[in-house]
């Protein structure tokens, strides 16, 4: 299974328009791969909340149609990233699209950690409520976003829903790569699942950003990372190594504590 991650930068001097049909042509580019992965709010940026009220669309909107067309013709199934949604009574979400090859709209996923504290995302979207799972041929995507990373209760309600890949879109700032690092690669180990962590370059509403997209293997193991620049981060994948993994070492297993999961959709 090959996945493409592709690390957007956000120039403040690039219209959301422009930034749409480039993402679009980068999409595109990645025929031969079966998962292409996109950062969080990468239309927008995730840290321009003033931008958020005028920029907030449908799930059928301008992003899900440039999106659908990309998807389309590349032949692949696209994690759009985030956008910010506008749900028909009003209310904010930060929202992430799946994509079928076909262009379809497959799932979506609403953050439920907001960042910010008592500022920003935190005040200005509303919390999701549910988990979600998106079935593939090869395997099993277990949705999050960027902030839902430092919740791990989240992710162990995700493999209990049958996940097998872990897919975070982040607006990450840089000033805490260290964290953005470290948490993917707990995550893949306490889980034993692969981790698809798929952050932004560039500058939002001049808060520096991470860059190094990361994937991760069942064991722990970086895979592949990227820089601080626009990059696309390409990786051969074996599904079957989720479940060699968890035969191998059975740490699943021994679990004790934990109250059963919301179900995944």
């Not at 990645?30 to 292409?36: E, H, K, P």
């Not at 440039?66 to 199934?77: F, H, P």
């Not at 034993?192 to 808060?207: E, I, K, N, P």
Request: with cysteine; aromatic share 6%.
């Amino acid at each position: 299974m090959r996945a493409s991650l592709l690390q957007i930068a956000v120039d403040p001097d690039e219209s959301v328009d422009s930034r749409r049909c480039r993402v679009a042509e980068l999409v595109r580019r990645q025929q031969g791969a079966d998962l292409v992965v996109l950062p969080e709010l990468w239309p927008v940026g995730a840290f321009a909340y003033d931008s958020f009220a005028d920029e907030a669309e449908a799930l059928d909107g301008p992003t899900f149609e440039a999106m659908s067309g990309a998807a389309r013709d590349a032949g692949v199934w696209l994690h759009a990233g985030s956008l910010v949604e506008r749900d028909p009574a009003g209310h904010l979400f930060n929202t992430s699209l799946v994509l079928s090859p076909a262009g379809d709209l497959v799932r979506t996923y609403r953050k439920i950690h907001r960042f910010g504290f008592d500022r920003g995302e935190a005040t200005l979207m509303s919390a999701g409520a549910e988990l979600v799972t998106v079935r593939l041929p090869e395997t099993t995507l277990g949705l999050a976003t960027c902030y839902d990373l430092r919740f791990p209760e989240l992710f162990r309600g995700l493999i209990d829903a049958g996940a097998e890949l872990l897919v975070v879109p982040a607006g990450w700032p840089a000033r805490r790569r260290a964290h953005w690092t470290l948490l993917a690669q707990a995550r893949a180990v306490e889980n034993q699942a692969y981790v698809l962590a798929c952050s932004t370059a560039g500058s939002h509403a001049g808060v520096e950003q991470s860059g190094h997209s990361i994937v991760v293997d069942p064991w722990g193991e970086v895979l592949a990372e990227a820089g601080t620049d626009e990059e696309v981060l390409t990786v051969e994948l074996d599904p079957g190594k989720v479940a060699a993994t968890r035969e191998q070492f059975p740490a699943l297993k021994d679990r004790l504590l934990g109250l059963a999961p919301p179900p995944a959709r």
